[in-house]
């Protein structure tokens, strides 16, 4: 007899409609654009989380941190420029982005900057892998919840797919290429690299489909 709770976390394979999803990059409702702010900040504070729990941030995050530590500029700066310059990268690759894509520029980035801000670093380890499993879970909620809205892909994500458009090497192949460069730059430059940025690695999946499956079971009653 299947157990009723773990159906419902079951892992979603494909992105679910909602009432809030849009049918064009810039297709802008107070509905939409609530729930993306939302998502978009829940996002951001989860990634703060790994990086306050100091055992090893997320790719992007590494770099950010390695950025913000030679430039002597906070983290919410330094993710806001890396996000920019990649916005940028998608010029030649004709990619065009959309309010959502805009949005996650600004608001992981301030999310980011008032997490670590407000949320104590941690020097437990026990604490400090609580914090990554905690930041892994809110950034496979935000992601669920921006990702429905439907209103562009975040300057990463639009990368990673205008690479693999462009060059025809598998999406999963683009984007380890990607993350690995980003990780090696950012440890090379002084960001923390550990058992934190592993736990994202292998998790951060699972946690984007279990979120998207409560997304589609919470929205189709």
């Known amino acids: 007899m299947s157990n009723p709770f773990l159906e419902f ?17 810039w297709d802008i409702s107070p509905l939409r654009t609530c729930v993306l702010f939302f998502g ?18 997320a790719p992007w995050s590494v ?6 530590n030679r430039l002597d500029i906070t983290m919410g700066w330094s993710t806001f420029g890396i996000s920019t310059l990649v916005l940028l990268l998608w010029i030649p690759l004709k990619e065009k982005p959309g309010f959502g894509t805009l949005s996650n520029i600004a608001l992981i980035a301030l999310a980011i900057q008032v997490g670590v801000t407000l949320i104590p670093a941690q020097n437990s ?4 892998i609580a914090y990554c499993l905690v930041g892994i ?11 429905t809205c439907g209103l562009g892909p975040g300057p990463r994500d639009g990368l990673m797919t205008a690479l693999h458009n462009k060059t025809g090497v598998r999406i999963g192949r683009v984007r380890l290429g990607i993350e690995g460069a980003v990780l090696i ?27 998207l499956g409560v997304v589609s079971r919470v929205t189709s009653k």
């Open 185 to 211: 730059a950012g440890w090379l430059l002084g960001g923390t690299v550990g058992l934190g940025t592993l736990m994202f690695a292998t998790l951060i999946g699972q946690s984007i489909a279990i979120s």
């Open 9 to 25: 976390l079951r892992p979603h394979k494909t992105v679910p409609q909602t009432p809030w999803s849009a049918t064009s990059r």
């Open 125 to 128: 380890y026990p604490i400090g």
């Open 40 to 57: 978009l900040f829940i996002f951001g504070l989860g990634d703060s989380l790994l990086i306050q729990s100091q055992i090893g941030n």
């Open 137 to 147: 879970a809110m950034v496979g909620i935000g992601s669920s919840l921006y990702i």
């Open 63 to 68: 770099l950010a941190q390695g950025i913000s």
